[in-house]
Every structure is written in C-alpha cells, then in structure tokens.
C-alpha cells in the first residue's frame, strides 16, 4: 500500500474509533482487552497517536525517553473530554503524516521502505486493531477490513515483529504454521521453533493451516478472534501456542 492509502485508512479508522467511543460509556470492558476498559483502550491509543506523530513531527532520530513521552501526551483528560482528546490527537497525527516530506529521516523500529512509511503502516494498524477492540467493547461485531488493508497487517505481523528477538514464539520442536487468506495472493508460511520464528513467503507443507478470507486471518493472528473449526486444518495446538505467546509489544 501506497503511503497516501494508508494515511486515509488510518483517518477512516481513528474517525470510527472515535464514534464508538461516543457512543459506549467508557467503564465498559474490552474483551479483546481483558485487563481494560474502554477508557483504558482510548487513552492509550490516543497516547499513542501523540507519541508517534512526535517523532514524525519532529523527525527524531532516537526514542522518545520517558519525560518525552510525558511530554507529547500532555495531562491525561477528565471522561467528560476523552473523546475529544482522542479525536484532536487523531487529526493532528493524520495532518503530521500527510505533510511529512517522502524522505523524512527519523526513529522507527521495524523494517519499512522508509520512515514514514513504517509510521503511517503501524498507526495504521494499531488504530485498526483497537477499533475492533472498541466494537468489542461496544458490544457489535467488528466492521470489515479491507482485505489487501488485513494483508498489509498480516504482513507486518509476521515479518517485522514476529521475528524479534524478543518474540516469545517458540517451539521445543520445529513447527510450520501457514497462513493462506482465500481473497489475496500472498502467503506465508512460519516456522516456529527454539529460536525466533522464521518466515518466508509462498506456500508449502505445514503443520497447521489457517486460511479464510484476510479480514478474519488478520483478527485471528492478531488475536481479536477465536478461531473457526473450518479455518484451520492440521495441528490445532500450534495455534493455540500463537495464541498463548505472540503477543505484541512496541519496543
């Protein structure tokens, strides 16, 4: 996806999140989230907005340290303005990434074309990943993600950070997991096993199948989603392992 696609996507979305929230009172739990509420999941995805269009703004060449981060989220607001809050730094994150000049130099952590292209790509999907996150919270189910949108995130799942170091997916024994949406042409096939997992594109033999549609692969492996019996063939405790320990974190 082309950086302008990205930075309407990551629009539509913020403005979705935002409306759900209106409409949800904010003591309401996520699901997807269990240790949050929906205040708890707007605040850190506005925080998160702040912080990224910082570096962007900016253009930082280090991380932002605690007393910057501290600094580029600002007081954390009443309930009554959450919303409000949440929906300027929005808009102000989607400005900085539309005016951001191609060869922006700065700080980021996963592999990308460019800076601001990994920029606009993984606030993207945050944002998207939570708005599921706040439907859930809503109580509705989660609207449909474009499928080369869930391939892009798909994409950046498993080939920027599952394979960090710091990537908790192991496998005392080497074990594949592919991964075939049904309305893509891209595939991959992981392979899990005493060290970080290693992915290639393509198909081939696996030890466990999870193919359907983009959309419901990308809730899956991000883990907004049980899995369907029908979309997984094979090794089912692979799976559930990716579900146990794939966790994301930023750094």
Same mark, same amino acid.
């Given at each position: 996806?082309?950086i302008?696609?990205?930075v309407?996507v990551l629009r %539509?979305?913020?403005a979705?999140l935002a409306?759900?929230?209106?409409?949800?009172?904010l003591?309401?739990p996520? *699901?997807t989230? *269990?240790?949050?509420r $929906?205040? #708890?999941?707007?605040l850190?995805?506005?925080?998160?907005h %702040?912080w990224a269009a910082? =570096? +962007?703004?900016?253009?930082?060449?280090?991380?932002l #340290?605690?007393?910057?981060?501290?600094?580029?989220?600002?007081?954390a *607001?009443?309930?009554?303005? /959450?919303v409000e809050? @949440?929906?300027t730094? =929005?808009?102000?994150l989607?400005?900085? /990434?539309a005016a !951001?000049?191609? #060869? $922006?130099?700065?700080?980021? @952590?996963?592999?990308?074309?460019?800076?601001? !292209? @990994?920029?606009a790509?993984r606030?993207?999907?945050?944002?998207t990943?939570h708005r599921?996150d706040?439907q859930a919270?809503a109580?509705?189910? *989660?609207?449909?993600?474009d499928?080369?949108v869930?391939?892009d995130g $798909?994409?950046?799942? /498993?080939?920027? @950070? $599952?394979? %960090?170091?710091?990537?908790?997916?192991r496998?005392?024994?080497a %074990?594949? /997991?592919?991964?075939?949406?049904?309305?893509r042409p891209e595939?991959?096939?992981?392979t899990?096993?005493?060290?970080?997992?290693?992915?290639?594109?393509g198909?081939?033999?696996?030890?466990?199948?999870v193919g359907?549609?983009? =959309?419901?692969?990308?809730?899956l492996?991000w883990?907004?989603?049980?899995?369907?019996?029908?979309? +997984?063939?094979?090794?089912?405790?692979?799976?559930?392992?990716?579900r146990e320990?794939?966790a994301?974190?930023?750094s």
């Amino acid at each position: 996806m082309e950086i302008p696609e990205l930075v309407d996507v990551l629009r %539509r979305e913020g403005a979705l999140l935002a409306d759900t929230a209106a409409g949800t009172p904010l003591d309401a739990p996520v *699901p997807t989230c *269990p240790d949050w509420r $929906l205040r #708890d999941l707007v605040l850190h995805t506005g925080q998160v907005h %702040r912080w990224a269009a910082a =570096h +962007v703004k900016g253009g930082l060449t280090r991380p932002l #340290d605690e007393a910057g981060q501290e600094a580029a989220w600002g007081p954390a *607001p009443a309930d009554a303005e /959450l919303v409000e809050w @949440f929906r300027t730094g =929005h808009a102000d994150l989607v400005a900085v /990434l539309a005016a !951001a000049p191609a #060869d $922006l130099a700065c700080w980021s @952590f996963l592999p990308a074309p460019s800076p601001l !292209a @990994f920029w606009a790509r993984r606030q993207l999907h945050e944002t998207t990943v939570h708005r599921v996150d706040a439907q859930a919270a809503a109580g509705t189910a *989660p609207s449909p993600v474009d499928a080369a949108v869930a391939a892009d995130g $798909l994409a950046e799942l /498993l080939t920027g @950070f $599952l394979p %960090r170091p710091k990537s908790r997916l192991r496998s005392a024994t080497a %074990r594949t /997991l592919a991964v075939r949406p049904a309305d893509r042409p891209e595939s991959w096939l992981v392979t899990v096993g005493q060290e970080p997992p290693q992915v290639r594109p393509g198909a081939g033999p696996a030890d466990c199948t999870v193919g359907g549609p983009a =959309h419901d692969l990308y809730l899956l492996l991000w883990n907004r989603r049980e899995a369907d019996p029908a979309t +997984v063939t094979g090794d089912r405790s692979l799976l559930e392992l990716w579900r146990e320990t794939a966790a994301v974190t930023w750094s």
